[in-house]
């Protein structure tokens, strides 16, 4: 048995240059047009570099960028569930070569041929928001999307703050970042996670997607896994999340402390990968599982409110998701990675142990209700955390975490998080 295949049916497509031809590039890079580009931007180009973004080798055209919102695939029918589009004040033309330029850190990304320019109107926007981000939730509404969203999506916040063109075209990527020197031994490239996977023989592998520290719900959802897979890849995301959000570097120890103490070592592999969070909930659920598939990924674990934003999204949304999805497009195009969904998941003192709903027959009384939204807003009041919300251990590191930090830090409850609607 062999893993899945990286998705697109041209094996693993990796725009990121070496050796010679990569300082080549570079040098000629300085004499192009520069153009700052955002951090999404940059995570988008880390994975087309590395092939996390198969069979991805550029931004997108606008028949892509319409299809994709549209029907959930590229123009040539491959599924791909959200836009990856680059955007610029600047007008550039058709044909001219550009480099693409990391402000923050004084550092050339990539190059670009640009094969097209296309203009984003404020209509085009709202109209890929509606199509990508708005949902099943209270917060989608009609009346009150428009209303609530460019206040407090910020995915929506992100496309509507987009300039006035996009333009597309292939890149050769000069950069990975320095994702490689923050986290030793946990960032990987897809084909580094691949050859992971292959020397313990694994062809069956689940992903567990991790933005929040990992908490006793996660574990379980990873040791389910374990149970039904040759093993599971713990798997963070290591570039930006919003303001008030745990560092990777702090919720990395969590997971290895967790790996040390509490699975068995042979059957879990840690890894982190260079994307922003796009908060694109369901959408972006599917994303997980698209670049997934390139990590050779064959299952992906989802569970309760997957990538959720505010209430704008139904708690199992991300799951029901998969079962709309376009399907037998052709071959190499189809979404092969495919989702495990877990029911909500808790700690019940009746069950003495994890259970979920599917398992658990007691009240929600008997149960500890389990969040990363309610653990983050008790740790940083100083606030007792709940038997079996945390493993101790994990709760000790985001405790030292929390009293390093100068400033108080918000913590805005959703309403999903606060009620406990079981
Ligand atoms: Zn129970």
């Given at each position: 048995m062999a893993l899945v295949p990286p998705h697109g049916g041209k094996g693993l497509v990796c725009c990121l240059l070496q050796g010679a031809e990569l300082a080549a590039e570079q040098k000629k890079a300085e004499g192009l047009k520069k153009i700052d580009i955002s951090p999404r931007a940059k995570g988008d180009l880390i994975m087309m570099g590395i092939g996390g973004f198969s069979p991805l080798n550029g931004f997108m055209s606008k028949a892509d960028w319409k299809s994709v919102c549209e029907n959930f695939t590229l123009a040539d029918d491959?599924?791909?569930?959200?836009?990856?589009?680059?955007?610029?004040?600047?007008?550039?033309?058709v044909g001219e070569e550009i480099a693409l330029f990391d402000p923050k850190k004084g550092v050339y990304m990539a190059t670009m041929k640009v094969t097209e320019v296309y203009e984003m109107t404020e209509a085009d926007?709202?109209?890929?928001?509606?199509?990508?981000?708005?949902?099943?939730?209270?917060?989608?509404?009609?009346?009150?999307?428009?209303?609530?969203?460019?206040?407090?999506?910020p995915g929506v916040q992100m496309v509507m703050a987009q300039k006035k063109y996009n333009v597309a075209g292939p890149v050769k990527v000069l950069s990975e970042g320095d994702y490689r020197d923050r986290f030793p031994g946990c960032y990987m490239t897809p084909a580094e996670a691949r050859k992971t996977f292959e020397e313990k023989?694994?062809?069956?592998?689940?992903?567990?997607?991790?933005?929040?520290?990992?908490?006793?719900?996660?574990?379980?959802?990873?040791?389910?896994?374990?149970?039904?897979?040759?093993?599971?890849?713990i798997h963070s995301l290591v570039?930006?999340?919003?303001?008030?959000?745990?560092?990777?570097?702090?919720?990395?120890?969590?997971?290895?402390?967790?790996?040390?103490?509490?699975?068995?070592?042979?059957?879990?592999?840690?890894?982190?990968?260079?994307?922003?969070?796009?908060?694109?909930?369901?959408?972006?659920?599917?994303?997980?599982?698209?670049?997934?598939?390139?990590?050779?990924?064959?299952?992906?674990?989802?569970?309760?409110?997957?990538?959720?934003?505010?209430?704008?999204?139904?708690?199992?949304?991300?799951?029901?998701?998969?079962?709309?999805?376009?399907?037998?497009?052709?071959?190499g195009k189809d979404l092969v990675t495919q989702p495990m969904k877990i029911d909500w998941t808790f700690y019940c003192?009746?069950?003495?142990?994890?259970?979920?709903?599917?398992?658990?027959?007691?009240?929600?009384?008997?149960?500890?209700?389990l969040s990363g939204t309610k653990l983050r807003k008790a740790l940083s009041e100083g606030a007792p955390v709940a038997d079996?919300?945390?493993?101790?251990?994990?709760?000790?590191?985001?405790?030292?975490?929390?009293?390093?930090?100068?400033?108080?830090?918000?913590?805005?409850?959703?309403?999903?998080?606060?009620?406990?609607?079981?």
């Open positions: 491959t599924f791909w569930p959200v836009p990856v589009t680059l955007d610029m004040d600047e007008e550039v033309k926007k709202k109209w890929e928001c509606e199509k990508v981000y708005k949902g099943q939730g209270e917060e989608s509404a009609d009346d009150k999307f428009w209303e609530i969203a460019p206040k407090d999506h023989g694994w062809s069956k592998v689940a992903a567990l997607q991790l933005r929040n520290p990992m908490h006793r719900s996660h574990e379980f959802l990873a040791k389910i896994a374990v149970e039904v897979c040759d093993g599971v890849f570039g930006n999340l919003k303001p008030g959000d745990i560092p990777a570097e702090v919720r990395i120890k969590c997971i290895d402390t967790l790996i040390d103490k509490y699975f068995v070592k042979a059957n879990v592999v840690q890894g982190g990968y260079p994307l922003d969070m796009r908060y694109a909930g369901p959408r972006e659920g599917l994303l997980h599982a698209t670049f997934r598939q390139n990590y050779g990924v064959s299952d992906m674990l989802i569970g309760r409110d997957h990538a959720g934003v505010g209430d704008f999204y139904g708690l199992f949304e991300a799951q029901e998701i998969f079962d709309r999805i376009p399907k037998n497009l052709g071959a003192y009746k069950c003495d142990g994890m259970a979920s709903l599917r398992t658990c027959p007691h009240g929600k009384e008997d149960r500890v209700v079996h919300f945390g493993r101790d251990e994990v709760l000790d590191i985001l405790r030292e975490y929390y009293s390093s930090l100068t400033e108080k830090v918000e913590i805005k409850m959703q309403s999903h998080a606060a009620a406990t609607k079981m």
